[in-house]
């Protein structure tokens, strides 16, 4: 990462900790809502500094898991509703003024949504990149708010624990956990890949059992 964009992030882990350490697990559920909302703030800097901060007794490890999932939720509310009052054209030229953030990554956030429909929802909560800004397509495309709301909850909940128990687990050495996130992401992308030939599969058998039929 270039100097000049080092030190802004820098400026906000300082302040996701004082948060954090200020608030107990509450604060946890602040720095997710805020790093989903803007997505230049990774989560895999973020919660595994949550996991680390609860390994010194300032929370309990379950209370943050909880609270970052219900940040998570919030946060992904916003760029929903955003998406959905501002469509497409709007938020690509609003990113393109956000620091560390530019249009393409909305526009990846939107192919991702159109290729893979709730299952990108549900998965995209666990791939850097595309986990915020996945509800913004959400939120153009008016998926229905429960459905969201579910696979909203669902992939946070696994990828909020699995990244504030690393870093509970490695203490000190937190930082190292956003080293292993792309193998992680790797995973994720193979299983999409999987269901999006299962589909196409299924739709074929089914075309060729109706033409079989007539």
């Known amino acids: 990462m270039p100097d000049d964009e080092r030190l802004p992030m820098r400026h906000v882990l300082d302040w996701v900790v004082a948060v954090m350490r200020a608030l107990g697990a509450p604060g946890v559920g602040v720095a ?57 054209d709007r938020i ?26 709730p299952a990108a929802v549900l998965l995209g909560r666990m791939v850097p990149g ?4 996945i509800s913004i397509p959400a939120g153009i495309d008016r998926m229905p708010i429960w459905s969201f709301s579910i696979y909203t909850v669902a992939g946070s909940s696994v990828w909020n624990s699995a990244l ?15 080293g292993y996130v792309g193998t992680v992401s790797n995973v994720i992308y193979i299983g999409l890949g999987l269901l999006v030939i299962g589909f196409v599969l299924r739709r074929l058998r089914r075309r060729a059992q109706g033409s079989s039929g007539e």
């Open 32 to 88: 997710t809502a805020v790093e989903s909302v803007f997505p230049p703030v990774p989560s895999e800097v973020v919660l595994p500094l949550a996991g680390y901060t609860a390994s010194q007794g300032h929370y309990g490890m379950i209370p943050a898991i909880v609270a970052a999932t219900a940040g998570s939720l919030a946060g992904a509310y916003v760029l929903y509703y955003l998406g959905a009052a501002w469509g497409r």
């Open 164 to 178: 504030i128990v690393a870093g509970y687990e490695l203490g000190a050495q937190w930082h190292h956990v956003e």
């Open 130 to 133: 595309i986990r915020s800004l």
């Open 92 to 117: 690509c030229a609003a990113a393109d003024r956000v620091p560390l953030l530019h249009a393409r990554d909305v526009e990846r956030a939107i192919g991702w949504f159109r290729r893979h429909g």
